[in-house]
């Protein structure tokens, strides 16, 4: 299927899921977003550098999402908005910038671990030498409010998050080739990365959900 416009990039840089431990899909879903943001921007203007994969390090705008959320004690969950608030304004570094950095292990998808999320989910937990590198690599952000937004978005090459009490299934059927969500009987908050869009043959334009 032509997934616009990531066809290309995946076969070259493919996306690897993270798997949250806690309740730290906020942190996911924004993490990955500017992820594909850098690889996509990478391919685009065939810039020298290499994408290595998934190597921001979400964490920390996510403790400082949760900073700005008023929650100041480790624990698990944030909101979309105040993640979107910390990538503007404290922005999201790599091992490149600060070495010291844990990083991830491959554990079913790509995880920091229980003990890292809950430790950077509190930002009076992060480390003096963040300030070092702090706002050095910011981000932009706007609401999408539509499917025709979301469409004209990606179709310009911005990845966006789903933050919100929509609450799908996380058992998805497969209709005619496509593992397609569906609206579970009881909402939960969640937020995934939406990172493609394809005109299905059956089901119409469908968006392609990168989930934690």
Not at 16 to 37: D, K
Not at 84 to 93: L, S
Not at 107 to 114: I, K, Q, S, V, Y
Request: glycine letters at 10%.
């Amino acid at each position: 299927p032509t997934l616009f416009p990531y066809t290309t990039l995946f076969r070259s840089a493919p996306m690897r899921a993270f798997r949250q431990i806690t309740g730290s899909c906020v942190g996911n879903g924004g993490g990955q977003a500017a992820n594909v943001l850098m690889a996509l921007e990478i391919y685009q203007k065939n810039e020298p550098e290499e994408f290595r994969g998934p190597s921001l390090f979400w964490l920390y705008p996510y403790g400082r999402s949760r900073f700005y959320a008023g929650m100041t004690r480790p624990g698990s969950g944030s909101f979309g908005s105040t993640m979107a608030k910390a990538m503007a304004e404290d922005g999201m570094f790599s091992h490149e910038d600060l070495p010291n950095l844990p990083r991830p292990t491959d554990d079913g998808g790509l995880t920091w671990g229980e003990d890292a999320e809950l430790f950077w989910s509190a930002a009076r937990n992060h480390p003096a030498d963040v300030e070092r590198v702090r706002g050095k690599h910011t981000f932009t952000a706007a609401k999408i409010n539509n499917t025709d937004e979301a469409v004209a978005a990606i179709t310009n090459g911005y990845p966006l998050t789903c933050a919100s009490m929509w609450g799908g299934s996380m058992r998805c059927d497969v209709d005619d080739g496509v593992l397609l969500n569906r609206r579970s009987l009881r909402p939960w908050p969640h937020q995934m990365c939406v990172i493609a869009f394809w005109v299905h043959p059956k089901h119409g334009r469908i968006f392609y959900v990168m989930n934690s």
